[in-house]
């Protein structure tokens, strides 16, 4: 069975400070994995995905993420903090042919200005 | 609209009381899914559909029972509620072409 480690429980940045959320999978084929983002009192939304195409992953306000089979790894950056970015972060794995996906415990991003 | 609709958002109810959490999508999609959120747990599933004939347990599927009702519609049951089941509910809906799930803004329940 797969599943994913989020190191981390709270992660605190300051506003422009670099933001490094650490995910680790376990897997016994290659997995496709996605980070979400949970913003208070709302559902979670898709921040990006990796479906074993480019192992550098775009996604949505500026965030990324890059896939390390060697390291089996997920880590989720963003250059530049906004105070908008505080919420919780999961990340997720799933097999291809996209079953059901585990979640992660979650990080909590904090910003402060 | 939202795409994913759940109801009711709050619920307070008492132990051993029958609540039904509804989740209604215009996504379109075969697959639905139950989730349970609770503080420093991250998100487990309870129940998911691949369709409206395919019901299949998760991982916390004890005390729990589901329905699907039709593509669109799918119900969450506790039949006699306890206070451990306090917690944040989840629906949400796949693509099953590209794996995305697509959730509801969740249903908060209070067991007391």
């Known amino acids: 069975a797969q599943s994913v480690t989020q190191l981390g429980s709270h992660v605190s940045v300051s506003e422009g400070a670099l933001v490094l959320l650490r995910c680790n999978y376990s897997?016994?084929?290659?997995?496709?994995l996605f980070w979400y983002v949970q913003y208070p009192n709302q559902g979670l939304q898709l921040l990006l995905k990796?479906?074993?195409?480019?192992?550098l992953v775009k996604g949505i306000n500026g965030f990324e993420a890059e896939f390390k089979k060697s390291e089996t790894s997920f880590h989720l950056t963003k250059p530049s903090a906004h105070m908008s970015d505080a919420a919780e972060y999961f990340c997720?794995?799933?097999?291809?042919?996209?079953?059901?996906?585990?979640f992660g415990k979650g990080t909590m991003l904090l910003v402060s200005p | 609209d939202a795409d994913v609709t759940q109801t009711p958002r709050n619920r307070i109810t008492k132990t051993g009381k029958r609540i039904m959490l509804e989740c209604s999508q215009t996504?379109?999609?075969?697959?639905m899914y139950w989730y349970r959120q609770d503080p420093g747990l991250g998100l487990q599933l309870i129940y998911y559909?691949?369709?409206?004939?395919?019901?299949n347990k998760g991982e916390i599927s004890d005390g729990y029972s589901v329905s699907r009702q039709a593509q669109a519609k799918f119900s969450l049951s506790l039949e006699s509620a306890i206070p451990n089941q306090t917690a944040l509910y989840f629906c949400?809906?796949?693509?099953?072409?590209?794996?995305?799930?697509?959730f509801g803004e969740g249903s908060r329940l209070t067991v007391l």
């Open positions: 997720a794995v799933t097999l291809p042919g996209y079953r059901t996906l585990t």
């Open positions: 897997s016994s084929v290659p997995p496709y």
């Open positions: 990796y479906t074993s195409a480019a192992t």
């Open positions: 996504k379109g999609h075969d697959r």
């Open positions: 559909s691949f369709d409206v004939k395919d019901i």
């Open positions: 949400a809906t796949q693509n099953a072409n590209t794996g995305e799930l697509f």
